[in-house]
């Protein structure tokens, strides 16, 4: 007997029962497919925003990533261009290297004083040019286009979060939309003024009158590399705001010769980090153990860290995704296994006489319970292939329909893109493991028709 093709035919023995089973699997399939398509797109769009904006690589002076928040010079760069000049003129590096740039970390506190406001700042000194080409990366080609690097290529001053010029006062200088700035407070002046502070303002002062006029200017003021004080006016060009609130409230960017004046003033000229952005992220890895091969050889301080490193955020993010993506499988995998059984149980039960006839002309236990799996397995492979065909078909409307989405590491709206099948792996897994469901689900009813007794199946009615 072919036990195949007898499993075939007796799946549908009871159409309406079949049916109602091959629709249960078909929609948990699809179910998994359109959350597990969202998921690729959550970490393609997350992804791609970290990329835009710092990179796949960073390379830190030794020591910088644990404690450089508080001490940024103590772990600068010194010599970053002829680093630059070597990983570039590297064979292997080149073809996989899109932009290395260097940054300057900076701290300190921004003011305002013709609207008697500040606020602690952290930003960054940068080549406006390098990051420009950086916003350009779009490996997937799903996630949209990014907002434009708000500093041009010869600028000669930076851009602050919306949430710090909001705290400024800067709202109507800037032409920032649902932004209003707060009445000016009447000055108080009986307050001493620091005399080396107020001796920096007058310098400034003096500086800026050879400026071109810009939309604003904010004051810096932020501890040199020396330990001094030191104050640099920076015109404020725009505002763009920051993914994060508590970012946004504090961010300063500015060219990098900027960013050095306040830290170094006029003399020694480092950076904090050498941001490299790749062609691919497939390539970190490998890079990543190039770069620090060749850091040994070269015996340069210096540490490499990866993108999953550096922001922990994605890290994070994705453990959730991925949290959630197993609960929804496992509440999906109960319900399957539920209707398997049931709709198995249901068939024993219905078919007590013709087991009896089976086991009593020689058929095995084994034979019994190979056809009742068999006949689950059938669900399963028809409801996973049903699940997945509607799961391309979803897909491709959902990416055609326009909707818009703001992933977590964007501050713009994004298409929204399920991208299920960028990614072989997980609809293959998502197939497979709805069919091994099936098959073990149907495990307890076959079970139970072979050890039935041949006596007590025939006589049933």
Not at 237 to 242: D, E, P, Y
Request: charged share 15%; hydrophobic share 45%; net charge negative.
């Amino acid at each position: 007997m072919n036990i195949a093709l007898f499993a075939a035919r007796s799946t549908f023995r009871n159409k309406r029962r079949s049916i109602i089973t091959l629709i249960t699997v078909s929609i948990g399939t699809l179910a998994l497919c359109l959350f597990g398509g969202f998921v690729n797109t959550v970490y393609q769009g997350i992804e791609t925003g970290i990329v835009r904006t710092s990179g796949q690589i960073h390379l830190y002076r030794e020591g910088f990533f644990e404690y450089g928040a508080g001490r940024a010079t103590d772990y600068d760069i010194a010599d970053y261009q002829r680093i630059v000049d070597t990983l570039q003129g590297d064979d292997r590096l080149a073809k996989r290297i899109a932009v290395i740039t260097p940054t300057l970390s900076i701290g300190g506190i921004a003011g305002n004083y013709a609207e008697n406001s500040s606020q602690t700042f952290v930003g960054v000194g940068l080549n406006p040019a390098d990051h420009a080409r950086m916003r350009m990366w779009n490996d997937y080609g799903t996630s949209g286009e990014s907002s434009a690097f708000p500093l041009p290529a010869d600028a000669q001053g930076g851009f602050i979060g919306t949430g710090l010029a909001k705290i400024l006062n800067l709202c109507d200088e800037l032409n920032i939309a649902g932004c209003t700035d707060a009445p000016t407070p009447v000055p108080d002046n009986t307050g001493a003024i620091d005399p080396e502070i107020a001796d920096l303002q007058l310098e400034v002062d003096a500086s800026a009158q050879s400026l071109p006029r810009f939309p604003a200017t904010i004051d810096l003021l932020g501890a040199a590399a020396s330990g001094a004080p030191n104050i640099i006016r920076l015109p404020v060009l725009s505002a763009q705001a920051q993914a994060q609130k508590a970012v946004d409230d504090r961010f300063v960017a500015m060219p990098l010769p900027m960013a050095q004046q306040l830290v170094y003033g006029q003399d020694e000229q480092r950076v904090t980090t050498l941001i490299i952005q790749l062609h691919h992220t497939t390539d970190m890895e490998d890079t990543v153990a190039h770069l620090r091969t060749l850091i040994d050889a070269q015996a340069w301080p210096l540490e490499v860290k990866g993108f999953t490193d550096f922001n922990v955020t994605y890290s994070r993010i994705t453990a959730m995704f991925s949290t959630i993506f197993g609960f929804i499988s496992v509440v999906i995998a109960i319900v399957v296994v539920f209707t398997i059984v049931n709709n198995l149980s249901m068939s024993v039960m219905e078919r007590f006489n013709e087991i009896g006839t089976l086991r009593s002309i020689g058929s095995r236990r084994s034979v019994i319970r190979e056809q009742f799996v068999l006949e689950g397995i059938i669900l399963g492979v028809l409801g996973a292939a049903l699940g997945l065909s509607l799961g391309m078909i979803v897909e491709t409307l959902v990416n055609l329909s326009g909707f818009s989405w703001t992933p977590p590491s964007n501050t713009i709206p994004q298409p929204l893109m399920l991208n299920l099948y960028a990614n072989p792996i997980m609809p293959l897994g998502i197939g497979l493991g709805m069919i091994i469901v099936t098959a073990l689900s149907s495990l307890p009813p076959a079970n139970r028709a072979a050890r039935m007794p041949i006596v007590d199946a025939l006589r049933h009615h």
